[in-house]
């Protein structure tokens, strides 16, 4: 699973540009996944969206995952669904889900992480590791060392998410993550597939500085 450039739509952020339209721009920009994450719309508003914006994803081989439902994911055709850690279960979303369907979950610490696992999911996402507008709180934040625990402990691809931008995106990759989950780092910017380019172009970067340095 090529995940360095995880990208979550946002009609909102993006000044209601439509999701598909959304994932053409971050797509063309160098966007590895793109994950339909919308809490606003009714489930039949989102199941059409989410038809559309598959239509982009077959269109560039790119990989298109759902937030949250499973339902809305299998009904638009998505290679996978994203849980956090109150949707449903990893377990019980893996007996219901197709054959080749990515899980994906959101976890915050070494034990929910290796549940996760054990119970079937094919990646996960460190959250939040920086302070974000949802969730301010530091007592919640997962952080460089949380990066640093989980990547110990499991050994699927690990995302990042949670304020992460130019400024610091090197500093959860060296801490071993694979790649990053953005919102507003990309589609928040009036060019998105430009802050897409340029958040690719970092990653890039700081993996073959890794490389360089032999890990």
């Known amino acids: ?6 990208v979550i739509t946002d009609t909102t952020l993006s000044g209601g540009r439509p999701h598909e339209e959304i994932a053409h721009l971050a797509i063309d920009g160098g966007a590895d996944v793109i994950q339909l994450r919308d809490k606003t719309c009714s489930i039949p508003e989102l ?3 989410g038809k559309r914006v598959k239509v982009v994803t077959r269109q560039t081989g790119t990989l ?23 949707d449903m279960q990893v377990r019980s979303a893996r007996a219901i889900a197709p054959h080749d369907f990515l899980i994906g979950v959101s976890v915050g610490s070494r ?3 290796q549940r996760a696992v054990k119970d079937g999911a094919d990646y996960l996402a460190a959250s939040p590791v920086f302070p974000t507008a949802q969730k301010t709180d530091a007592n919640t934040l997962c952080g460089i060392s949380g990066i640093q625990r ?17 400024h610091n995106v090197c500093d ?6 694979d790649g990053i989950a953005v919102i507003s780092a990309v589609v928040g910017q009036p060019d998105i597939s430009g802050a897409a380019r340029a958040l690719k172009d970092r990653i890039m970067a700081c993996k073959k500085e890794l490389v360089h340095r032999g890990r």
């Not at 989980?150 to 130019?166: E, F, N, S």
């Open 172 to 177: 959860v990759i060296r801490a071993g993550a």
């Open 1 to 6: 699973m090529n995940c360095d450039l995880y």
């Open 111 to 113: 034990g929910e992480a």
């Open 150 to 166: 989980i990547r110990a402990a499991v050994d699927v691809p690990l995302i990042a998410i949670g304020g992460i931008g130019m």
């Open 64 to 86: 298109f995952i759902v937030n949250d439902r499973l339902d809305v994911a299998i009904a638009c055709g998505a290679d996978g669904v994203h849980l956090g850690q109150d």
């Open 47 to 49: 199941v059409a969206s």
